[in-house]
């Protein structure tokens, strides 16, 4: 069975740094495309990072420049290295593939950033 498992989040100050991990278990994370989401309350889950297979990755506006997604093919884990945080990054960050059809999507990882 699928299993995606995010950690590295907490409580930051504006301006800090906070990395996130994603390893996983039943899926080759290497050979997919993979994204991290976040989803603030009351708002939709929204795709902020990518990463493809080969390394390409790709951004939203709203986090280019502060956030970089990278991926350790050798242990199968995806990171999303946060920096300059800001209060609007506040959300739980959840990492899939970046494609339909997405895998069991997993508990997930709370960011929260105070002003």
């Known amino acids: 069975q699928v299993q995606l498992v995010e950690s590295g989040g907490g409580l930051v100050q504006a301006g800090g740094s906070l990395r996130l991990s994603c390893a996983a278990s039943g899926i080759i994370l290497r050979f997919n495309a993979m994204g991290w989401y976040r989803q603030a309350p009351g708002n939709q889950r929204e795709l902020v990072a990518s990463i493809t297979s080969s390394g390409t990755t790709n951004y939203a506006d709203s986090v280019k420049g502060r956030f970089t997604i990278s991926r350790d093919n050798a242990k199968d884990t995806v990171y999303l290295q946060m920096n300059s945080l800001k209060p609007e990054d506040t959300a739980h960050y959840y990492c899939?593939?970046?494609?339909?059809?997405?895998?069991?999507w997993g508990q997930g990882t709370q960011v929260t950033v105070s002003s």
């Open positions: 899939n593939k970046q494609h339909l059809p997405y895998v069991n």
